[in-house]
């Protein structure tokens, strides 16, 4: 089985966390054999013997794929670091998810982004700004990211939708969740329009840890991060720190030195950490140079890919019209690792399109 989806499999198995794949990813060069894996050689590599005995037991190419098929009839892509999708800017921080979910244009998790976050109890002058910063950046095809939280995130998001341009949201949830429950709409529509990453597998428990995590995503796969409006304690404030951890660039908007939602933001710039920001020219000219790229990229996607052979087959077989995966599988006798890779690339280079179900045809 390829590297690929056993890394996403030990991804996908409980009790199997970030710094338990660094082990068994840093031990040897043998670690995509682990479907071979005695409880001894898992405890060798640092896990505990429970787990060992467990995955030495359950941990199968039957169990990835049913894992991975579950995945698929959501919809719902799989991204890992050994992927050339996985974001470029992500690699270079200091804890990069092994493993990405993601519904919606994959081709965002490598465009020209910028996040922007803020309290989730903004004033009419939070709002106002946020809407406005996000509408004309969205416009200039920078891609604005955000974690999809009440307040500040969602107005991002929806100013972004409405002016027609790309958004992508980092969930503190499983991918298949869309939290707040208010925001179930905005959920579909940047599924549709846009890009919503998580790094947790399907059924994974929410707990209050998880946003925190989220929020070096966000920071990661942006070139830059704006504070908008924050209190003195905002959890923004932690997206901004993880900005500047990773060397990205930091903004805050000033507000009125007597609201406290202005404190965070009024902090940073006082520091001399974020550069100030008062129009959408003051974030976007940092990245003029990019701008052509950031077109030239969604060009490129849909017009300029050829086909591989394997991408050619499975091309040919939708011409015959709407197909699902599972005729699919049995049309090529690939496994199912195979055809979900060449399916994903062939809607990267918007060539198909997954319906829901798990069907799939031409565009």
């Not at 950046?137 to 920078?142: A, D, E, F, H, M």
């Not at 995503?217 to 942006?222: Q, V």
């Not at 005729?327 to 055809?339: A, M």
Request: proline share 5%; net charge negative.
């Amino acid at each position: 089985m390829e590297k690929k989806w056993v890394l996403a499999g030990l991804h996908e198995c409980p009790g199997v966390g970030w710094k338990s794949l660094q082990r068994i990813v840093e031990y040897d060069k043998d670690w995509e054999h682990a479907l071979e894996f005695t409880a001894a050689d898992w405890m060798e590599r640092g896990l505990d013997p429970e787990l060992a005995l467990h995955l030495s037991e359950q941990f199968n190419a039957g169990w990835i794929d049913a894992r991975m098929e579950q995945l698929c009839l959501k919809g719902i892509q799989v991204i890992t670091r050994l992927d050339s999708e996985y974001p470029i800017l992500m690699k270079e921080t200091a804890r990069p998810p092994w493993v990405l979910y993601v519904l919606g244009d994959v081709r965002l998790l490598n465009g020209l982004s910028v996040a922007m976050v803020g309290t989730r109890l903004p004033t009419a002058y939070g709002r106002k700004v946020a809407a406005d910063l996000a509408g004309e950046l969205s416009t200039r095809g920078i891609t604005v990211v955000s974690g999809m939280a009440r307040g500040i995130d969602g107005v991002c998001h929806e100013a972004a939708l409405q002016a027609g341009g790309p958004t992508l949201a980092v969930l503190g949830t499983a991918i298949d969740v869309a939290y707040p429950p208010d925001h179930v709409s905005l959920y579909r529509r940047i599924t549709e329009q846009g890009l919503i990453v998580s790094e947790y597998p399907i059924g994974t428990p929410g707990h209050p840890g998880m946003f925190p995590q989220r929020n070096r995503i966000i920071a990661g796969i942006s070139r830059g991060t704006v504070v908008v409006e924050a209190d003195a304690r905002s959890g923004s404030l932690i997206t901004a720190d993880m900005a500047l951890e990773a060397n990205r660039d930091l903004f805050a908007v000033p507000g009125p030195v007597t609201s406290p939602k202005s404190r965070g933001t009024l902090s940073l710039l006082k520091q001399g950490a974020a550069k100030i920001v008062t129009e959408a020219k003051d974030i976007w000219e940092e990245y003029e140079a990019l701008l052509p790229s950031a077109k030239e990229f969604k060009k490129e996607a849909v017009t300029g890919n050829k086909l591989t052979d394997e991408e050619h087959r499975i091309y040919h077989m939708l011409e015959q019209g709407i197909t699902s995966f599972d005729d699919l599988l049995v049309q090529t006798g690939w496994d199912f690792g195979l055809l979900h890779s060449v399916l994903l690339s062939l809607i990267m280079k918007k060539t198909a399109v997954q319906l829901p179900g798990s069907v799939y045809q031409l565009i």
